[in-house]
């Protein structure tokens, strides 16, 4: 499993790296296999994305050490948009393509009661919810009170904004950097409507047999307990 600390990719960038070709087509080499492997299984939360003959998978390959040119398989992890996030915080990659939007549109929220992998398998079935007339009003409230924890965020920090968060961290010498999971660890990435809509609509495409309205079931405590709050 893949541990998903709010972070930055911190060395050997693709942009300024003459050999990046060259490692980049090792690692579309390695690639499908990497995915076959983990039986299109996220490495961060566990969301399956079959690859078939009539669709691709919708998961990513991130490389763990941040170096595109260590193409080992114990490097190589599959992962959702979503997860792929926690690692690429402000990042204007691919790294979100398969949630549909970029973590510089992200804001960090305090939700230490969920887990950052339970988060996106929620934050996915609320995208899929919104798309439902009879379930869009209920996933709306739940998104907004997740919205909310942005404000402890903002009052301990200054910022909820991904992007911000990044900028600090590149300014981290790497003993502070390693050490900033005391500090964020408890931060979870609240992606814009429009992204998890798409994550969303891609799990219904992956999972045809899921229904919208399928998600109260696996969330329906965490579900009541936020409305309740709000009540
Ligand atoms: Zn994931
Ligand atoms: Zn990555």
Not at 37 to 59: D, F, H, I, N, V
Not at 105 to 119: G, S, V
Not at 161 to 185: E, Q
């Amino acid at each position: 499993m893949f541990k998903l600390i709010p972070g930055i990719k911190r060395s050997v960038f693709r942009d300024n790296d003459p050999r990046a070709k060259q490692a980049d087509a090792v690692f579309v080499a390695r690639r499908p296999q990497v995915l076959e492997k983990s039986r299109y299984t996220c490495q961060g939360c566990l969301y399956r994305s079959m690859q078939t003959a009539k669709k691709p998978t919708k998961l990513q390959v991130h490389h763990q050490d941040d170096d595109h040119h260590n193409n080992d398989d114990s490097n190589l992890a599959p992962i959702c948009g979503l997860c792929h996030g926690y690692p690429h915080l402000g990042c204007k990659t691919a790294s979100t393509g398969g949630g549909g939007g970029l973590a510089s549109d992200a804001q960090l929220a305090a939700i230490p009661e969920l887990a950052a992998a339970d988060l996106n398998n929620l934050l996915r079935a609320i995208g899929a919810a919104m798309s439902d007339p009879n379930e869009a009003a209920v996933a709306k409230q739940i998104y907004d009170v997740l919205c909310e924890r942005v404000l402890p965020v903002r009052k301990a920090f200054g910022t909820s904004k991904a992007l911000d968060f990044a900028g600090a961290m590149s300014k981290l010498n790497s003993v502070d950097y390693a050490a900033r999971g005391d500090a964020v660890f408890d931060l979870r990435i609240v992606w814009k409507a429009d992204v998890l809509k798409k994550a969303g609509a891609d799990m219904l495409e992956d999972h045809p047999s899921l229904k919208p309205s399928s998600w109260h079931a696996s969330y329906g405590e965490l579900v009541e307990e936020a409305l309740a709050s709000q009540a």
